[in-house]
T-cell receptor, first 112, second 113 residues
Framework: GEDVEQSLFLSVREGDSSVINCTYT??????LYWYKQEPGAGLQLLTY?????DMKQDQRLTVLLNKKDKHLSLRIADTQTGDSAIYFC????????????FGRGTSLIVHP | DTGVSQNPRHKITKRGQNVTFRCDPI?????LYWYRQTLGQGPEFLTY????????KSRLLSDRFSAERPKGSFSTLEIQRTEQGDSAMYLC???????????FGPGTRLTVL
């Protein structure tokens, strides 16, 4: 079955890098996503990576994919207080409906 | 277009009452999804429409839940005879055909007393 696991909390100091990790189980996943959710709001897609890639960089965000270990990470460089939010990893198995399975989310707390 | 919108943003109801939520997707998006999110959890898939056709339903969608998208534009999600366990955030998302990105609305927070 499908299962996405994330650690629940991460606390970092402003200006440091944050690394949020995720493991997934469906080896047929074609896309893997990172979403951000601020309090009381919906989810905002931050970035996604195709399963045939091992790295993607987008400004302060770097996504690393280890397909062999089914491990995905999101690195946020120069973390700011505005980055405080819940970050969800999601996998999207192959198929036509594009219905992702989400992890429980990692709550990132950035303190001065 | 300002994105996916959902109404109401908050709904408080008494157990046993019926509630209906509305989602307006991004106008050119053919696909529309409903999710439920409880505290400390990620969104859980409920159902999915391609235009007006409801193509997939989760086993989470009990017979008290019904969703429609009559003209392939906005969608409604109705919960009949609400129970306290229905208290959650109900999220709607849309995407274009063959799109890999889903765009989420702000959600409707339901509280059942």
């Amino acid at each position: 079955g499908e299962d996405v696991e994330q650690s629940l909390f991460l606390s970092v100091r402003e200006g440091d890098s944050s690394v949020i990790n995720c493991t997934y189980t469906d080896s047929s996943s074609t896309y893997l996503y990172w979403y951000k959710q601020e309090p009381g709001a919906g989810l905002q897609l931050l970035t996604y990576i195709f399963s045939n890639m091992d790295m993607k960089q987008d400004q302060r965000l770097t996504v690393l994919l280890n397909k062999k270990d089914k491990h995905l990470s999101l690195r946020i460089a120069d973390t700011q207080t505005g980055d405080s939010a819940i970050y969800f990893c999601a996998e999207n198995p192959s198929g036509g409906s594009y219905i992702p399975t989400f992890g429980r989310g990692t709550s990132l707390i950035v303190h001065p | 277009d300002t994105g996916v919108s959902q109404n109401p943003r908050h709904k408080i109801t008494k157990r046993g009452q019926n509630v209906t939520f509305r989602c307006d997707p991004i106008s050119e998006h053919n696909r529309l999804y409903w999710y439920r999110q409880t505290l400390g959890q990620g969104p859980e898939f409920l159902t999915y429409f391609q235009n007006e056709a409801q193509l997939e339903k989760s086993r989470l969608l009990s017979d008290r839940f019904s969703a429609e998208r009559p003209k392939g534009s906005f969608s409604t999600l109705e919960i009949q005879r609400t129970e306290q366990g229905d208290s959650a955030m109900y999220l709607c998302a849309s995407s274009p055909d063959r799109g890999y990105e889903q765009f989420f609305g702000p959600g409707t927070r339901l509280t059942v007393l």
